[in-house]
């Protein structure tokens, strides 16, 4: 049976969500099971059901594959000039009017005057609180929708939460939003976005009922309803995704990415995701091991985290054996192909080794560790040792990977990590524009930006990369700060597509630039330096310069 493991509950027993791949009709499915079906369009679907029924799903001959929600976590840590920006809009008159920029991140404060008009009302269409029970957007099952009309009415008011009681309560969506497409119109202007007549849709994301790390589903979920929400206007659309895991092959072969693809060619779209911040992070170990070769793989775990995850990618051709010491020198467990699911303990962490199945998205296959704290403030502290034996081998690859820093910190390491392929999911989906970050007042790389290519010869990523270091932006509450990360490159590039579509398709200069020609051009356009080589693991194509990707698309537009 090719199914993966259920992941360890959050907030409790109940019930729990599935990723369905699937052809035909879910109500049958929906009555037997008592299921809650969530179609997402494009024959993918998500389903809420009792766990211990989750192989029944495989009886339906409607289901292709299912696949577990993943954790997703912030890619956190006026740069205009250095991306062109300055002089692209006033060569070619810009402002991103006519077109949407949607931000699904922690939510938006849409108190913040970047994002209102000059008359005070709001620039933000709709906003759909993943958060907050209440009344859903048509067609999903949980969260709050505001309108604009219900916002500028909450503005008006002498108690705006009273009436929409959305809150940014971390800033980082506040802070994205203001880089893609804040008017500045609390600095006087002087604080300006990319495209700051652009319309918002904002999504918060976050488990249902409870403000979480979001997984993979509320992201899909978000993905939907913005881009349902672009058709429905008829207005080109811009999406920025700064969230990211380290949880998959980092190949793109999730069911979570390949939706994300389908989506990316759904209306006129360019879905744009942050890197990731894991390039120093020592979260991914790659090494070759030969026929009976052990290789031991240290690795610190730091202290009060309740659960951790380590994921082994490796060719289904070659088998090997893994072994576990925790801190104190005992050996968790000897695992091998022949382990579906292992369960075993030292002091009060319980260790469970899971063997996954390659599927019709991946050749490849997955050992997956995941630790548990029973009792105490988290997983038992210190070096714990992988060891990795070589019993059968063809080809000898391995990649591991630790979860994101904003999950387990730094302190949580390998000792001999690799930078190489820490782009963050779904950074490394075919279709989404990838941005890494780079310090604009120096001219250098951010060290913790992630870094390409791609397992398997994918396509090489990122695409390119944009201001990340002390980036001015919007403050949630009110104000500017300066923020830090690939989250914060992500929505210069964001703002970016907003501005040639609204060139392209608004104008009519290119109707057709949307999608995959406007990733085209953002490459072509690119600043190289000398002595690089591009495509580059760490720069991508270069750095964003819109200036030279508008001046190259007039000229290509005139065949």
């Given amino acids: 049976m090719m199914t993966e493991p259920a992941e360890e509950p959050r907030g409790g027993e109940g019930p729990r969500e599935v990723i369905v791949k699937y052809n035909g009709d879910l109500s049958r499915l929906e009555a037997a099971l008592g299921a809650e079906v969530e179609p997402l369009g494009a024959d993918y679907a998500i389903v809420t059901m009792d766990p211990a029924r989750f192989e029944e799903l495989y009886l339906f001959p409607e289901v292709e594959y299912i696949e577990q929600p993943k954790l997703l976590s912030l890619s956190q840590v006026n740069s205009l000039g250095a991306v062109c920006v300055t002089g692209a809009r006033d060569a070619y008159q810009l402002t991103g009017q006519g077109t949407l920029v949607a931000v699904l991140d922690s939510g938006l404060d849409y108190r913040h005057g970047d994002f209102r008009r000059e008359d005070g009302s709001t620039r933000v269409l709709w906003l759909w609180d993943q958060t907050l029970p209440g009344r859903p957007p048509p067609g999903f099952k949980g969260g709050a929708e505001f309108s604009g009309a219900e916002l500028d009415q909450a503005l008006s008011s002498g108690d705006p939460y009273g009436l929409v009681s959305h809150r940014d309560t971390v800033g980082h969506g506040t802070a994205v939003a203001g880089i893609a497409a804040g008017n500045g119109r609390e600095s006087g202007g002087g604080a300006r976005g990319v495209a700051p007549e652009a319309d918002l849709l904002a999504v918060k994301l976050g488990e249902r009922g409870r403000a979480s790390f979001a997984r993979t589903t509320e992201l899909m979920r978000a993905l939907k309803y913005v881009t349902d929400k672009a058709l429905e206007l008829r207005r080109p659309l811009a999406v920025n995704i700064s969230y990211g895991s380290n949880d998959g092959a980092h190949n793109g072969s999730t069911l979570f990415e390949n939706y994300i693809d389908e989506l990316a060619l759904t209306w006129k779209t360019v879905i744009v995701a942050a890197a990731g911040n894991e ?138 990590p690799s930078a ?105 356009g690119a600043a190289r330096d000398l002595g690089q080589t591009y495509p580059n693991p760490s720069w991508g194509y270069g750095k964003l310069c819109l200036k030279t990707s508008l001046d190259t698309l007039q000229t290509y537009s005139q065949f």
């Fill in 279 to 416: 390039g120093g992070a020592g979260h991914h170990f790659a090494a070759h091991v030969g026929q009976g070769e052990t290789l031991d793989v240290p690795f610190a775990v730091s202290a009060n985290l309740p659960t951790l995850t380590m994921s082994i990618w490796r060719n289904f051709a070659d088998d090997f054996t893994f072994a576990l010491s925790a801190p104190n020198g005992a050996q968790v467990a000897l695992i091998t192909r022949n382990i579906v699911s292992a369960p075993a303990g030292v002091g009060n962490t319980t260790v469970t080794v899971s063997y996954r199945q390659p599927t019709h998205y991946s050749v490849g296959q997955e050992v997956f560790f995941a630790f548990r704290a029973d009792t105490g403030p988290g997983v038992v502290p210190g070096i714990w040792t992988l060891r990795i034996t070589g019993t059968q081998v063809v080809d000898g690859q391995l990649d591991v990977w630790l979860p994101t820093v904003e999950e387990v910190s730094a302190e949580t390491a390998f000792f001999r």
């Fill in 420 to 524: 190489a392929v820490t782009l963050t999911i779904p950074a490394t989906a075919g279709r989404v524009v990838t941005v890494g970050g780079y310090d604009a007042a120096r001219g250098s790389i951010a060290p913790f930006s992630g870094q390409g290519s791609l397992r398997d010869g994918a396509d090489s990523k990122p695409d390119l990369v944009a201001p990340a270091v002390d980036v001015s932006s919007a403050r949630a509450g009110g104000g500017y700060d300066v923020f830090t990360g690939t989250s914060m490159a992500a929505p210069f590039v964001t703002g970016a597509a907003a501005l040639m579509m609204e060139w392209g398709v608004v104008q009519g200069n290119d109707p057709f630039l949307y999608g995959q020609r406007v990733k085209a051009f953002l490459r072509r």
